[in-house]
């Protein structure tokens, strides 16, 4: 079984390489001749075997930094649905495929207020039916920097940003935990959905795209992981958990862990710069994993000899025992953190103006990260980069602000959007 495994996965490497340019042909045997000296030890692990081959493939140099929007891109999530398939999960994108596309504008600068180039990602989604009434979303970002660009830490440098901890970790924990979840039988109060996002990157687009055009049904699900950067577990086994805040059996639940003596040090917060922010903003409890910044943070030198195997493997057996408390508790209250006004609820939307939110804009406003074609804010001529400050009556100070606003009107209302264009003040219609 495990052979064959291997086989296929190195297949499914050539036949990548078959399309893509020989001179890669080299990295490929680095790759099986890394991968053939691993799998000799007998003494090592399975799993550790299985997230060395993931994080190795994922941040090698073939993949070019799997910038979204590239082939490099596209290598990883096929890789990710090739180990959904194996470890027979089903899919779970659009069209019964493994995939979720999205478009959007991409300019590379950020306070760019129009313009930009059409670019298009892909989240990856495999499902596990358990029969439950409720799905718990586990999660990481798969995209990276490609060869630098404006969130490179390391000035005009175009060499590979080959993104091992950040977040090839995240996606090899996502893997081990869902074969786990699997094969183990345990653990079967929810269902789950394994997803790999795109465009995390560039603004959280694959998670933000993912909640407003779920694939499953939204309000069944019970809460969501999201690991990101989960590779560099330090000497003395600190893991950072955010957003404990998001429901009252978080702590209770992370207290009885003990893996590997890891440590946690935890923050409140729903809200932080990475996906599980799109899911906290649909009122669902998250948790945010992450061993820590280092030097090598979005530079070249995040490659993957430089991950900590042992503690990758710690952490994901981590999140699996804390999976396993939960199981018997039901559906997760959720709790807003302090950072959020205390009057907005998912239910209370009845219209949506079809926008993503910029979640890390920090100054007055909303401002707006994408537009969905259609949406009453489309229609009404709202562009990506569009700072909101008024809808109707209710200004908008910020993002609570915007949801508060937003709660207020119904399907067929009409309205005036007060938006800063740039330097200019606009004003636009929009009928929701
Ligand atoms: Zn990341």
């Known amino acids: 079984m495990r052979t064959l495994y291997i086989e296929m996965n190195y297949q499914l490497i050539i036949n990548n390489l078959l399309k893509m340019n020989r001179h890669k042909l080299f990295l490929f045997i680095l790759i099986v001749f890394t991968a053939n000296l691993l ?20 941040a090698s140099d073939l993949l070019e930094g799997r910038e979204t929007g590239t082939e490099g891109e596209k290598l990883a999530a096929q890789y990710i649905a090739f180990r959904f398939e194996k470890m027979g999960l089903k899919p779970a994108g659009s069209n019964g495929t493994w995939y979720q596309s999205f478009d959007f504008k991409y300019n590379s600068n950020p306070h760019a207020t129009s313009g930009g180039e059409d670019r298009s990602g892909k989240n990856v989604l495999g499902y596990l039916d358990n029969g439950a009434k409720t ?4 999660g990481a970002h798969y995209d990276h920097l490609g060869h630098g660009g404006v969130s490179s830490l390391a000035a005009n440098d175009k060499s590979i940003h080959n993104g091992a901890d950040d977040n090839a970790s995240g996606i090899a924990a996502l893997l081990h935990i869902a074969e786990y979840l699997k094969t183990s039988g345990k653990a079967k109060n929810n269902n789950y959905l394994f997803m790999g996002f795109s465009g995390e990157e560039l603004g959280l687009v694959g998670s933000k795209f993912f909640v407003e055009n779920a694939t499953i049904d939204l309000s069944s699900i019970n809460y969501m992981l999201n690991m990101d950067m989960v590779g560099r577990l330090n000497a003395e086994k600190v893991l950072s958990i955010n957003g404990v805040g998001t429901s009252p059996l978080w702590k209770e639940a992370l207290d009885n862990i003990k893996i590997g003596d890891i440590k946690m040090v935890t923050t409140e917060s729903g809200v932080g710069p990475s996906d599980h922010t799109s899911f906290y903003f649909m009122d669902k409890p998250v948790l945010h994993f992450f061993t820590g910044q280092h030097t ?24 699996i025992t804390l ?25 209370d939307f ?17 401002r707006v990260d994408g537009v969905l074609d259609g949406r009453p804010g489309a229609k009404a001529g709202l562009q990506k980069g569009d700072i909101i400050i ?11 602000g915007y949801m508060e606003g937003l709660s207020k009107f119904k ?12 330097s200019e003040i606009i004003e636009v219609d929009v009928v929701f």
Request: glycine letters at 8%; aromatic letters at 8%; a neutral charge.
């Open 411 to 422: 399907v067929g209302d009409k309205t005036k959007v007060k938006v800063k264009r740039g």
């Open 39 to 58: 799998f000799a030890q007998k003494n090592k692990s399975n799993a550790l075997q299985d997230l060395r081959v993931d994080v190795v493939y994922l």
């Open 135 to 138: 799905t718990i979303v586990i």
């Open 350 to 366: 009845k219209v949506t103006l079809g926008v993503m939110p910029d979640y890390v804009h920090s100054g007055e406003g909303m």
């Open 323 to 347: 999976i396993e408390n939960l199981d018997a508790k039901g559906k997760l209250a959720f709790t807003k953190t302090k950072d959020e006004s205390q009057n907005r609820r998912a239910a």
């Open 390 to 400: 008024q809808m109707g009556e209710y200004q908008v100070k910020d993002i609570y």
């Open 296 to 319: 090598d943070y979005h530079k070249p030198g995040d490659d993957s000899e430089k991950i900590n195997y042992e503690g990758l493997l710690d952490v994901s057996n981590f999140i």
